[in-house]
């Protein structure tokens, strides 16, 4: 499968944005997909996965309540909507699919990756 992140952007603190990860191939509906960041001198994290179908869904404590995960495997994509953005959620956002639905998965498990796209919020 090949993802293309796409959605990243400038924007002010309180803001929203929404990313999307587009797929291509087949079954997409089996795959697992998580959300990574990654700012400047830090390590990757995940931020959020769901499962195949969309019915599970898992979020790091530091956006729940801000940030929702979600598919439709129809359009084979995933989104995620980013609510109330603080300026520590700058970052390079990455997708990746797998197989395993475990949110402390490492990054380095997910054997499908998408490009990235930069998310920036100023304060």
């Known amino acids: 499968v090949q993802l293309q992140a796409s959605g990243g952007g400038l924007v002010q603190a309180g803001g929203s944005l929404r990313l999307s990860c587009a797929a291509s191939?087949?079954?997409?509906?089996?795959?697992?997909v998580g959300w990574f960041r990654q700012a400047p001198g830090k390590e990757r994290e995940s931020v959020a996965v769901?499962?195949?179908?969309?019915?599970?869904?898992s979020y790091t404590d530091s956006v729940k309540g801000r940030f929702t995960i979600s598919r439709d495997n129809a359009k084979n994509t995933v989104y995620l909507q980013m609510n109330s953005l603080k300026p520590a959620d700058t970052a390079i956002y990455y997708c990746?699919?797998?197989?395993?639905?475990?949110?402390?998965?490492?990054?380095?498990?997910?054997?499908?990756w998408g490009q990235g796209t930069q998310v920036t919020v100023s304060s």
């Open positions: 990746a699919a797998g197989y395993r639905y475990n949110l402390g998965l490492p990054w380095n498990e997910y054997p499908y």
């Open positions: 191939g087949r079954a997409f509906s089996n795959y697992v």
């Open positions: 769901i499962n195949g179908s969309g019915g599970s869904k």
